[in-house]
T-cell receptor, first 109, second 115 residues
Framework: TQLLEQSPQFLSIQEGENLTVYCNSS?????LQWYRQEPGEGPVLLVT?????EVKKLKRLTFQFGDARKDSSLHITAAQPGDTGLYLC?????????FGPGTRLSVLP | GAVVSQHPSWVICKSGTSVKIECRSL??????MFWYRQFPKQSLMLMAT?????????EQGVEKDKFLINHASLTLSTLTVTSAHPEDSSFYIC???????????FGSGTQLSVL
């Protein structure tokens, strides 16, 4: 069974700080996605990474896929209160999507 | 981008009644749809996977007679919570893939409250 772990599970920081969220597995995934979910809403896709070592940037968010395609990180620069939410990583292995437990981020003004 | 519409967004029902939730892919054909349950402040829990025209595959511990899934067309899947009880109260989310691999598109979720 493929499992994804995320760390930290909870993170509370001040506006303007930087942070990194990690997504790890012992399994190889053909692709990995990051989502952000706000309360009462469905997850919103942020990025999909496919190639080992790939780095993608989305404004203040930087996503990296590990060389072995077993792990990924999400780095947020100068966090803002609008970044608050549940961040989920999801990996596709075979025909299954596997979700991590999520990282709940709170950015305080 | 691909859009998945989920309705209703919020439903309150009496214990013992059945509730149907719809999940539609608006601009693509969804070969596979997924149904999830999410408890407050927790991640998504996959309930079942449905492929158009075939029976849904349920995850371990999910009662298929309780949570009826129908995927009759390439754009519509429904989840019916039968004889709902207060412990079925939860946030239910659907997602869909167009079979071209690597992306999931989510509905906006349905908050079910059973009194």
């Amino acid at each position: 069974t493929q499992l994804l772990e995320q760390s930290p599970q909870f993170l509370s920081i001040q506006e303007g700080e930087n942070l990194t969220v990690y997504c790890n597995s012992s399994s190889v995934f053909s692709s990995l996605q990051w989502y952000r979910q706000e309360p009462g809403e469905g997850p919103v896709l942020l990025v999909t990474v496919v190639t080992g070592g790939e780095v993608k940037k989305l404004k203040r968010l930087t996503f990296q896929f590990g060389d072995a395609r077993k792990d990924s990180s999400l780095h947020i620069t100068a966090a803002q209160p609008g970044d608050t939410g549940l961040y989920l990583c999801a990996g596709m292995g075979g025909q299954n999507f596997v979700f991590g437990p999520g990282t709940r981020l709170s950015v305080l003004p | 981008g691909a859009v998945v519409s989920q309705h209703p967004s919020w439903v309150i029902c009496k214990s013992g009644t059945s509730v149907k939730i719809e999940c539609r892919s608006l601009d693509f054909q969804a070969t596979t749809m997924f149904w999830y349950r999410q408890f407050p402040k927790q991640s998504l829990m996959l309930m079942a996977t449905s492929n158009e025209g075939s029976k849904a595959t349920y995850e371990q511990g999910v009662e298929k007679d309780k949570f009826l899934i129908n995927h009759a067309s390439l754009t519509l899947s429904t989840l019916t919570v039968t004889s709902a009880h207060p412990e079925d109260s939860s946030f239910y989310i659907c997602s869909a893939t167009n079979g071209q691999g690597e992306k999931l598109f989510f509905g906006s979720g349905t908050q079910l409250s059973v009194l």
